[in-house]
């Protein structure tokens, strides 16, 4: 069983940018982000696979960036212009999928993201 554990989460001003970590206990070929707004369900927001292939949300395109550092077993997720709707709690995830078929076996506990204006 992998565990994965999410850090980097915290209050931030529109328009800030922060970076959130995630480290796995092993290695899997897909490693992602979802988030959950508040009284919303979750979305994804996008993945990495080991090779190095990503998979993005439209909506996430252009200011959100994942890499991953395999030989840490950790995947980031840059998180710039951040605006008050992008306000939640982010997931850490990984499987055996790959990017495009979101084949998620292990999930995090979540770090929550609060953007003030």
């Known amino acids: 069983q992998v565990q994965l554990v999410e850090s980097g989460g915290g209050l931030v001003q529109a328009g800030g940018s922060l970076r959130l970590s995630c480290v796995a206990s092993?290695?899997?070929?897909?490693m992602g982000w979802f988030r959950q707004p508040p009284g919303k369900e979750r979305e994804f927001v996008g993945a990495r696979g080991w090779s190095g292939m990503t998979n993005y949300a439209d909506s996430m395109k252009g200011r959100f960036t994942i890499s991953r550092d395999n030989a840490k077993n950790t995947v980031y997720l840059q998180l710039n212009s951040l605006e008050p709707e992008d306000t939640a709690v982010y997931y850490c995830?990984?499987?055996?999928?790959?990017?495009?078929?979101?084949?998620?076996?292990?999930w995090g506990q979540g770090t929550q993201v609060t953007v003030s204006s």
């Open positions: 092993g290695r899997t070929p897909t």
């Open positions: 995830a990984a499987g055996r999928g790959t990017v495009w078929s979101k084949e998620y076996d292990y």
